[in-house]
């Protein structure tokens, strides 16, 4: 969970020093205090809403609030929490199973019901969900869009008891269970709505869920979330009395304050913060995989980029791990695959040749294929991508004998809206984060010829064919192998070139241990524990 | 004086509605795509995009859309109805929770600067080319020459994390003593240039044939200074610091930000990134008016402090 605007802001170039412990659990002296709460960052939510949520902060809260249906192991595969079992046939109508004894924070039991309500709710356009395209793979979906929608639920939603729910999908979607794991897919309470559908005034401001913590007073905005222990929770109890969810605008104030104990966890550190981030805080400067993928991509409908072959020549000549290292100094890691090594399918160097850097044959293949002689680079200059992108053009320069400027638009937006319009831009940066953990969430909305992040006019028939091979296969295993062979079509067209990897920089002060980021930049709540 | 200041009231209806048009166009010109800006990099589903764009008029575009928009708005904030920030939220209910402790952070800073700035400005005035001026010479232009941006951080890292002796941030509700450090480094720009501005008035005063003159019948220096050269001295001063006040109040976007204090400018500069128009628009229309205020007051003021002013 994410916005994809903090992916934009996370590339920066980084400056961190160079072999440190990764992985230990830093701090880990000291006993554990189950009586204390712990004080993290976060920015100010744009909603408090699990189907408007979709950024890192509310979505943080929102984790702390609400149990999901199903979380992610080691291997981001998915397993049931709130579920008991979520089980299909055909990846088509899908049988989700509720654990009993679970209520809500105001004491409302959780059934069935809850999970329908709010799903319908966050599918219905007129209420303006942020969250809503994740029910379009739901049967009956099209009929709740529009300014006067047809109908006001679901058809695909179905009661079947107080536990039991199914769910029918408009095509088979193996993938399906790996989604419910997204904030968009908590229930919600009767108390949540003051009619059918619609929701109640003033809900957002204290939230009730069915999670391990419960509100303690109400959000106050700009200043900080504050969640308690909920005893009557029935699942793994947290290992701290509370979480104090403070608000930052500027993360070097959160830096700050982690470095003089007054706040626990910073989620991100800082870029100017990161070449000093290891001797301020030791080994409670710690770093995690996150699923963020950096790409160079071309407008495939412009004439000079039509070829596949002056793409990979590009790709050939640029230095991806001198780049890393000497521009974010190990912070990202360089990337030869379209899709990143946090999903389940991911294989090294499916770009294969168009990966190694190779400045000889790279510009003896772009001479033959008639590569144009001048390239811009595109990119938005909010986000600190001008370093990364200068020395691109510089490998570019020396490596191809080409004229190379990068350009800069002030937002992303900018730039998405020339896109949009087919503007000259020349070849231009992206970001991706991924929303569940599936192969399929780094292919279809990127490449797809319908995708909804498909900037570049790319569209294979081919490839679309086996995204929806994949999405209908029987198995995960099966819908992997038709993914992979997907990837490997990726690989022969070179629409954008991979580049790097993301990672989440964090630090936490002396008086927490066990502390952990998630895939989805959130700080896990169970584990988390206080230090005496 | 009445006559003064009830023209001097019309006159501020006239510059708050022609400033409010024209911050009102700069965002409307200003604008990319607010619905795309708010998302971040992450596509916007049709359906969202036709709900915000319903909500916040963002279909009305070109000259008659802009006339359209503004006039809506300006009909509901004559209604005291400031709209919403396009997260959904009162601007109104946003405002009435930073003023207040934007309004202590300011005040903090302004006793900063009357306490240090002025009582150095007339020290180092009387001692004219003394230690003590020329040492605050220095100071001074170190302090002008070094901006907040440089300033905020540096204070908070050496008195905040290094030496804790203030705390690093201050965030919600903070106490006084929270406040103290991000109010010295927001006062410190201005103490600067109060104190400058008070010694070159109070050195020319001392030279001035009025003081001649009372030296002369024998009155002693001390009411010579504090009664007679200062409140001729302090007629720049007030002007300066009467326009200060508002620079305090709106310019404390670098110093909330460091200090985390969720003020006026902590919101207006979150509003400028997400290209919130309805957020910056309504915080720029109260800023106007502490300036309209803030500029009648110390205009009041000089018929106080000098007694050849008088409006009529």
Same mark, same amino acid.
């Given at each position: 969970?994410?916005v ?15 072999g ?18 712990v004080r ?17 902060s ?8 609400f ?17 008991e079992?979520v ?6 109508v ?10 809500f ?5 959780v ?11 966050g599918a ?22 529009g ?22 999908l ?43 913590f ?20 029935p ?12 608000i930052y ?16 966890v ?19 400067f ?26 990979k020549a ?8 001198e ?14 695959s379209?899709?990143?090594?946090v ?14 850097f ?6 003896a ?11 811009e ?11 990364w ?5 510089n ?6 004998g ?5 350009t &800069?638009?002030? =937002? ?5 809206t020339? $896109?949009?319009?087919?503007? /000259? !831009?020349?070849?231009? %940066?992206? +970001?991706?984060?991924m929303?569940?953990?599936s192969m ?19 569209s ?8 929806a ?9 099966? &819908?992997?192998? =038709? ?6 079509? $990726?690989?022969?067209?070179? /629409? !954008?070139?991979p580049? %790097?990897? +993301?990672?989440?920089?964090f630090?936490?002060?002396?008086k ?21 | 004086?009445?006559?003064?200041i ?34 971040g ?18 279909d009305?575009?070109?000259?008659g859309?802009?006339f359209?928009?503004y006039f ?8 005291g ?6 997260t ?7 405002l ?7 309004v ?5 800073a ?39 941006i ?13 030496w ?7 965030g ?21 240039t ?20 009372a ?53 207006l ?5 997400t ?21 009648l007051?110390v ?14």
């Amino acid at each position: 969970m994410r916005v994809r605007r903090l992916a934009a802001w996370t590339a920066l170039p980084l400056a961190v020093t160079l072999g440190l412990a990764a992985c230990g659990s830093g701090g880990s002296g000291g006993k554990s205090d189950p009586n204390a709460a712990v004080r993290i960052e976060i920015a100010e939510p744009q909603h408090l809403v699990p189907t408007n949520t979709n950024e890192t902060s509310g979505s943080q809260v929102l984790a702390a609030l609400f149990s999901p249906l199903v979380d992610y192991d080691e291997a981001n595969k998915p397993h049931e929490v709130a579920a008991e079992s979520v089980t299909s046939s055909d990846n088509k109508v899908w049988t989700i199973k509720l654990k009993p004894g679970y209520t809500f924070h105001n004491g409302e039991k959780v059934t069935a019901d809850n999970y329908l309500d709010a799903w319908n709710y966050g599918a219905y356009a007129p209420n303006g969900q942020n969250s809503s395209y994740f029910f379009e793979k739901i049967a009956g979906y099209e009929d709740l869009q529009g300014e006067k929608p047809k109908a006001k639920t679901l058809t695909g939603l179905k009661k079947v008891d107080d536990l039991t729910f199914t769910v029918t999908l408009s095509a088979p979607y193996v993938d399906f269970k790996s989604m419910l794991g997204y904030t968009a897919f908590y229930p919600l309470p009767k108390a949540a709505f003051s009619a059918p559908g619609v929701l109640a005034e003033g809900y957002e401001q204290a939230p009730i869920g069915q999670g391990p913590f419960k509100m303690k007073g109400s959000w106050q905005h700009d200043a900080k979330v504050e969640v308690e222990k909920y005893d009557a929770f029935p699942g793994q109890q947290p290992k701290v009395r509370g979480v104090e969810f403070r608000i930052y605008q500027q993360m070097t104030a959160a830096y700050a304050d982690v470095l003089s104990d007054n706040l626990d966890v910073i989620k991100e550190i800082p870029t100017e913060n990161l070449s000093t981030a290891a001797t301020d805080l030791g080994d409670r400067f710690r770093q995690s995989p996150a699923s963020s993928l950096q790409v160079l991509a071309f407008p495939t409908f412009q004439k000079e980029f039509s070829k596949p072959e002056v793409r990979k020549a590009i790709s050939m000549a640029i230095d991806r791990d001198e780049i890393t290292k000497s521009i974010f100094k190990g912070s990202q890691q360089p990337a030869r695959s379209f899709v990143s090594p946090v999903v389940a399918g991911y294989r090294e160097d499916t770009i294969g040749a168009a990966g190694e850097f190779d400045p000889a044959k790279a510009k003896a293949m772009y001479e033959a294929a008639g590569g144009p002689k001048k390239i811009e680079l595109s990119y938005n200059g909010d986000g600190g991508h001008k370093d990364w992108i200068d020395a691109t053009c510089n490998q570019l320069k020396a490596n191809l004998g080409v004229e190379c400027v990068g350009t &800069a638009e002030p =937002k992303f937006a900018d730039l998405l809206t020339k $896109l949009k319009q087919k503007q /000259p !831009v020349g070849m231009f %940066r992206m +970001g991706w984060v991924m929303d569940y953990p599936s192969m399929e969430n780094y292919l279809g909305p990127l490449y797809s010829t319908n995708g909804s992040s498909n900037y570049y006019g790319y569209s294979n028939p081919e490839f679309d064919k086996l995204l929806a091979e994949g999405a209908s296969a029987p198995t995960q295993d099966e &819908a992997i192998k =038709k993914y992979q062979a997907a990837e490997d079509l $990726l690989a022969e067209d070179m /629409p !954008v070139i991979p580049l %790097r990897y +993301g990672q989440n920089n964090f630090g936490h002060s002396t008086k927490v241990k066990n502390v952990e980021v998630d895939l989805f930049d959130r700080v896990d709540l169970l584990k988390i524990e206080a230090v005496k | 004086m009445f006559r003064f200041i009830l023209r001097r009231l019309l006159q501020m209806v006239l510059a708050f509605f022609g400033t409010t048009l024209i911050v009102y166009a700069l965002m409307f010109a200003g604008q990319g795509d607010p619905i795309q800006a708010l998302a971040g990099e992450r596509p916007v589903t049709a359906a969202q995009r036709a709900y915000l764009t319903e909500k916040y008029h963002l279909d009305a575009t070109g000259v008659g859309g802009f006339f359209y928009r503004y006039f809506d708005y300006l009909k509901n904030l004559l209604r005291g109805d400031l709209g919403q920030s396009l997260t959904g939220r009162q601007i109104g209910d946003i405002l009435a929770a930073a003023w207040p402790v934007t309004v202590k952070l300011a005040l903090i800073a302004m006793a900063v600067t009357v306490v240090f700035g002025v009582t150095a400005g007339v020290i180092a005035g009387i001692r004219r080319a003394g230690v003590f001026d020329n040492s605050t010479l220095v100071l001074t232009l170190l302090v002008l020459g070094i901006p907040t941006i440089v300033l905020a951080p540096l204070a908070q890292y050496f008195l905040g994390v290094k030496w804790q002796l203030f705390p690093p941030t201050a965030g919600a509700e903070p106490d006084l003593y929270a406040l103290l450090l991000p109010g010295i480094v927001l006062g410190s720009l201005s103490l600067a240039t109060a104190l400058r501005l008070t010694r070159t008035s109070v050195a020319e005063n001392l030279r001035a044939d009025y003081v001649r003159t009372a030296r002369s019948k024998g009155l002693v220096k001390r009411r010579i200074v504090s009664v007679h050269v200062l409140r001729n001295s302090l007629i720049p001063v007030v002007t300066f610091l009467g326009v200060e006040l508002g620079n305090l109040m709106s310019g404390a976007i670098i110093t909330e930000g460091v200090f985390n204090i969720p003020g006026v400018g902590f919101n207006l500069f979150r509003g400028i990134r997400t290209e919130d128009g309805p957020l910056v628009v309504g915080i720029v229309s109260v800023l106007v008016v502490v300036y309209l205020v803030s500029n009648l007051v110390v205009d009041v003021l000089y018929a106080v402090l000098d007694p050849r002013i008088r409006y009529e």
